[in-house]
């Protein structure tokens, strides 16, 4: 497969995947009913969750100045702030393709070398990759027994134990096949998982650990409030519970990685993450688009307005070097 192919297949599957979802969701709702949600929804909660989203974006923009700053280098606040908001809008375009985009930004504008700059990004994605592991895991304990009944009606148990045996087995038949390969492909998978250890091992040396660790903290708490409160705006889904919250969290956030930003699958995760609880499809959608919606126009504002600024702040303020 030629280089040109590839590259299209990138941009193009996860669109065709987005468009897909996104019919399918909306036939499982009518649009008019769908409108009738937006029309009958509560804007304070909307907004307060919008709110909350975007502390969460600033934080993650301070944040990454703690992981420049014992590199050598001092990040400008207002250009590390451009360089989010862009990295997601960039994200509904072309996946992963705004993590490349912040980095060329940061060389681009503040000098860091490109490779030091990813390098960052990727320690960030390790730090948040923790805390989620341990939201799923506070909801695993919170409602185990919820959960477990649910599995055990959707899955044969003794198909279950099986399943999870020949897993085991896989992984450590596949464990040693890969940690003995030297195919480029294996190298390649190994060079990541090494800039993961660096990324966690950068993280507890810096200076400012306990700074990143509460903005760390921070992000994340402010993007369970951001789901939590728009819960509100619906009377169908105000009453969940705070655990329920999470698990639909957690489907939610995963669903993002499946297409440009989640369009499409952002609604289906949270309906099948609400049908555990049995809540009724209808209002689990809505609610599902009525969040993705909100987050994403915020997104594309400030991500534009940041594409627009971005050059005119660094042509007004450039760069000091030192001498």
């Keep these: 497969m030629n280089t040109t192919l590839k590259s299209v297949l990138k941009i193009s599957l996860p ?81 992963r393709a705004g993590e490349v985009s912040r980095a060329t930004i940061l060389t681009n504008y503040e000098g860091v ?26 909801s695993l304990v919170l409602e185990f027994d919820i959960i477990y009944k649910y599995l055990a ?12 045996l020949v897993g085991v087995l896989i992984l450590a038949v596949g464990y040693q096949l890969f940690n003995s390969s030297n195919h480029p492909f294996v190298l ?22 306990w700074a990143f660790l509460a903005h760390t903290l921070f992000i994340w708490v402010m993007y369970v409030l951001m789901f939590y409160v728009t819960s509100f705006s619906l009377a169908e889904t105000s009453q969940l ?20 930003g989640g369009i499409g699958s952002y609604p289906l995760a949270i309906y099948a993450a609400f049908s555990i609880f049995n809540i009724s499809e209808d209002p689990s959608i809505a609610f599902g688009w009525i969040m993705w919606t909100s987050q994403t126009v915020m997104i594309i504002i400030l991500g534009g307005l940041s594409l627009l600024f971005l050059p005119i702040y660094n042509k007004v303020y450039p760069k000091q070097t030192s001498k």
């Design 15 to 95: 669109l065709l995947l987005g468009a897909f979802l996104v019919w399918y969701s909306v036939s499982k709702i009518s649009v008019e009913i769908l409108l009738g949600y937006f029309k009958n929804a509560d804007y304070f909660w909307i907004g307060l969750g919008v709110f909350f989203g975007l502390l969460s974006h600033l934080s993650r923009a301070y944040r990454w100045k703690f992981m420049i700053e014992p590199m050598g280098y001092q990040l400008r606040l207002p250009n590390s702030i451009m360089a989010v908001f862009i990295t997601y809008l960039v994200n509904y375009t072309i996946p």
């Design 241 to 260: 519970p705070f655990s329920a919250i999470l698990i639909g969290f957690i489907f939610a956030s995963f669903s993002i990685a499946a297409t440009n």
């Design 188 to 209: 390649k998978i190994k060079s990541l998982l090494l800039g993961l250890v660096e990324g966690i091992s950068s993280i507890l040396k810096m200076k400012k650990k």
């Design 153 to 164: 009606m959707a899955l044969d148990p003794t198909k279950l134990i099986i399943f999870g």
């Design 113 to 138: 070398p490109f490779e030091k700059g990813f390098g960052t990004i990727i320690a960030e994605r390790v730090a948040d990759l923790l805390v989620m592991l341990c939201i799923i895991s506070l």
